[in-house]
Nanobody, 134 residues
Framework: HVQLVESGGGSMQAGESLKLSCAAS?????????????MGWFRQAPDKEREAVAS????????YYADSVKGRFGISRDNAMSTLFLQMDNLKPEDTAMYYC???????????????????????RGQGTQVTVS
């Protein structure tokens, strides 16, 4: 069972930067190792629908971003440490939300885009970390 724990959230001023981390632990998921996963960041603001922010495949390949964060956010991974990151630059008040990381076993195909793997298909999810931008 894979466990995900987010950290790094906080209260920031517009224009500042913040880096979120998601530590993954556990053994296998659906017979695959923890390294063979699609991982994504999602966020949900009060009274708004959950939004996919960014995604990445642990085995390499592309990264995918929502239009609202493209050019400001960067998703990356450290497979050795089983950690997912979200670098957030030039924060805006509209980035205020609870941020969640999620993972699902994958061979890498189809690609881990925001549209091919929606929230409901990620079977491992963290508890979230709050980001507030004013």
């Amino acid at each position: 069972h894979v466990q995900l724990v987010e950290s790094g959230g906080g209260s920031m001023q517009a224009g500042e930067s913040l880096k979120l981390s998601c530590a993954a632990s556990g053994g296998t998921t659906s017979g695959l190792t923890i390294r063979e996963v699609c991982m994504g960041w999602f966020r949900q603001a009060p009274d708004k629908e959950r939004e996919a922010v960014a995604s990445i495949y642990s085995g390499g390949g592309g990264t995918y971003y929502a239009d609202s964060v493209k050019g400001r956010f960067g998703i990356s991974r450290d497979n050795a440490m089983s950690t997912l990151f979200l670098q957030m630059d030039n924060l805006k008040p509209e980035d205020t939300a609870m941020y969640y990381c999620a993972a699902v076993g994958s061979s890498g195909w189809p690609p881990c885009t925001l549209s091919t793997i929606p929230w409901d298909e990620y079977n491992f999810r963290g508890q979230g970390t709050q980001v507030t931008v004013s």
